[in-house]
């Protein structure tokens, strides 16, 4: 499996950004995807998951409400549409992949960087 994340930039608060993940190596059927982030000096942490099957959504509770997961299974891509933009939203975004089978996101992208200015 490999991923391409792309779409990060420099945005000012109150701002948007979509991310893009192009996923490729194989069919994704009852696949698992996700972003996580990175803020600088922190741990990686979970960001929204959806399912590729059913497109089903689930999302860390500080971005529920500004920040939608979805996935177009022609383009084989997930995006994180991102929305009213915080300054403590900038970390680096990457996307995972994982069997549903499974509880580890053993593929991951090379993560794209999201700055929001104050």
């Known amino acids: 499996v490999q991923l391409q994340a792309s779409g990060g930039g420099l945005v000012q608060a109150g701002g948007s950004l979509r991310l893009s993940c192009a996923a490729s190596?194989?069919?994704?059927?009852?696949?698992?995807m996700a972003w996580f982030r990175q803020a600088p000096g922190k741990e990686r942490v979970f960001v929204a998951t959806?399912?590729?099957?059913?497109?089903?959504?689930a999302y860390e509770d500080s971005v529920k409400g500004r920040f939608t997961i979805s996935r177009d299974q022609a383009k084989n891509t997930v995006y994180l549409q991102m929305n009213n933009l915080k300054p403590e939203d900038t970390a680096v975004y990457y996307c995972?992949?994982?069997?549903?089978?499974?509880?580890?996101?053993?593929?991951w992208g090379q993560g794209t960087l999201v700055t929001v200015s104050s």
């Open positions: 995972a992949a994982r069997s549903s089978a499974s509880g580890v996101y053993k593929s």
């Open positions: 190596g194989r069919t994704f059927t009852n696949y698992v």
């Open positions: 959806i399912t590729w099957n059913y497109g089903t959504t």
